[in-house]
């Protein structure tokens, strides 16, 4: 029993100690596909790491374009619910547009929307160009995107969070398949990634995309969260209690 009541400890204590170092919580899952003419029917991979990273948010919005103007670029403003009912307004940059296609098809270079079956459109980005911002007018805790046909060339994606003095607070690398020769066109995968505490919050996102000036990526389906709406975990200080609380029970059967 003291080994079990010391294993316990130990494990919590490290834990605690995690706890009080924490960082960005990401999420990401990617479908595979090599055609530029025919979508995925199914992404089950990036579905369930969209489900995860929603699954820690409350009373979050999406933004999937369907009601924005084909071939609008940036700025463009967008609207998410934010907590308690109010409001978060985003707006991107420019260095995409919107595009559209019918719906259960591409753009025959393997970029679509998400869902491919029921929906059009999507923001379309050179993927050699300088990139785009996403810009917030409050603090951001959560962001998380579809994107489509990302690598099939080469090409690398990450996105850097930046403070309201442009200061990067953190790179994120997006691990998407790299291709060749478009052997990957059409893939699909899910990003997001989650503050954990009020220092980590950002105002800004800037996608940074490599390598071929003729290739382009589709984002779809944009999710945004303030920290209220994030999902509280348990704080180190409440780790320590539980610790406190076992080393007296253990105590107090060693002295029964």
Known sequence: MKKIFVSTLVAIAAF??????QAYSVFFGEDLNDSEDVPLASIPKSAAAETQFKAKLVGVGTENFEAKDTDAGGPLPINFAGFGGGN???????GGAVAEVASGATNTFGRYSIPSASSK???EVNAGGTGFTVSFDQQIAAFGF????????GGKVSVELLNESDVVLSTQN???SVGVDGSTAGSVLYFGLIASNDNETFRK???KTTF??????AFDNFTIAELRQVQPVPEPGSLALVAAALLGLSLARRRA
């Open 146 to 153: 579809y994107g489509v046909d990302i690598g099939d060339f």
């Open 174 to 176: 997006v691990n998407n």
């Open 205 to 207: 996102v800037r996608f």
């Open 16 to 21: 605690a100690a995690a706890g009080s170092a």
């Open 121 to 123: 459109k999507f923001w």
């Open 212 to 217: 071929n000036a003729d290739d382009f990526f």
């Open 88 to 94: 978060l307004v985003a707006t991107l940059s420019a």
